[in-house]
């Protein structure tokens, strides 16, 4: 260690001892902020009750000891900085491989917001995307073919309201001929270890089984990861390239997001991503790095409603970046009023925004939770994550786990309400309190339906 070193580690060591923080804290906010440039804040001085926040930790661990799910990251950030992180668990129940803070999830639906609803919202600010027009607008070849499809406005897309049945089990209608286990030119798409599916079988099968699906409740909130591959449709005809490549090259690289992304396998070892899910249903084997979403597997890991992946400090510059209206480091990513749209409830009827998840006024236990601002919003997954940003409390609450594995039917953690519970935790850390939360009515947003 060179001399300049051995004095910027001693200095750090000593303020980390001074303020109560552990050498091994140390080493970990230090690798942190490095990797994903993000600033560490000692709750205390921001306020906020450093043993409430403890608490947590109870909560984590009865989700491990009821085996809701085997481990969990949890982020908290507050005022742009990270008052809370801690990794649980481990990546299985044979607890062989501890869970670490920067390990990789499938995120499922949080895919929603992170790349369909973002890319959506970057679109809108170039005029390149309008909320209003049909889907025919931008897939025109439905305007003959399918004209109840291409009638669809792109704002119910996003809202959930254009009548989408919720899903369609495309698995089930694969032959024999249509995969392999060898990869080959015929055979292309890998959906999972010794598991290739046809060149064209999205396009031919699967897309064909998207469009003809009825329209059962327009106009009408149902929600439907339907409508999210059709987004992903309109989006990629209008970038000319693969939602994937957009949203890395637009956002994540340029963010620092260094661990987000989808089909992670091609770029991170195997050991860093947590194992989802054993497949009982479909595939036949452990998930780990192929997304659980059988659908988005399907089409090639990528896919609008599912397959992104990510550590939490990944999401915790996305979410940064949209607390500050678009902005993060200096850079404009998104209009803050852009994001001010997307991020409001769009109707009396449902919580939804345009792609996001939203605060819950008729929810008796309160949804998110019982303590988050009628402005917050986010998404939950299916695996067992979540996100929230609550701009009223300029707060970002992130929970990862894989609930499923080995093999869940039952949501344990919804049932014993453990993401809830946490985030009401962080609330009362910062001295949030039921009624100042809750006593006024939630933002509707002021554009045309």
Known sequence: MTGKLFVLFTGVLLLSLLAGCSPEQARKER??????????????????????????????KEAIRERATPGAVVVVLKDGKIIFDRAYGHHTYDKEVPTRPFDIYDVASVTKIFATTIAAMRLVDQGKLDLDATVGTYLS??????????????????????GFIPFIPFFRGIGEGDYSTESSARYPVKVAERFYLGSDYY?????????????????????????MFVMKEVLERIVQQS??????????RPLGACSVGFCPLDRFAEARIVPTEIDTYFRGQLL?????????????????????????YDLAILSQMLL?????N????????????????????????????CWDPES????????ASPETFGHTGYTGTCVWIDPEHRLIYIFLSNRLYPSQTVNKLAKLNIRSRIQDVVYEAIGTSSAESRNFSPPISSVSQ
Request: proline share 5%.
């Open 31 to 60: 690798f942190i902020s490095a990797l994903y440039n993000l600033d560490y804040a000692d709750p205390r001085s921001a306020g906020i009750n450093p043993k409430k926040l403890k608490e947590i930790d109870a909560i984590v």
């Open 141 to 162: 070849e439905l305007n003959h073919s399918h004209p109840d499809k291409a009638a669809i406005i792109v704002r119910d897309l996003l809202t959930h309201r254009a």
């Open 203 to 227: 396009s031919e099968v699967m897309w064909k089984q998207i469009i003809d699906s009825p329209l059962r409740t327009p106009g009408k909130s149902i929600y439907s990861d339907i409508g």
């Open 243 to 252: 939602l994937d490549a957009y949203v890395d090259e637009q956002f994540y």
């Open 288 to 312: 780990k790095g192929y997304v659980q979403d059988p659908g988005a597997a399907m089409a090639g890991g990528v896919s609008g409603h599912a397959g992104l992946f990510a550590a939490a």
């Open 324 to 328: 500050n209206g678009g902005i993060y």
């Open 330 to 357: 200096g850079r404009h990513y998104i209009r803050p009023e852009t994001v001010r749209q997307f991020s409001s409830r769009h109707s009396d009827d449902s919580r939804r925004g345009l792609g996001f998840d």
């Open 364 to 371: 008796k236990e309160g949804y998110p939770c019982r303590l």
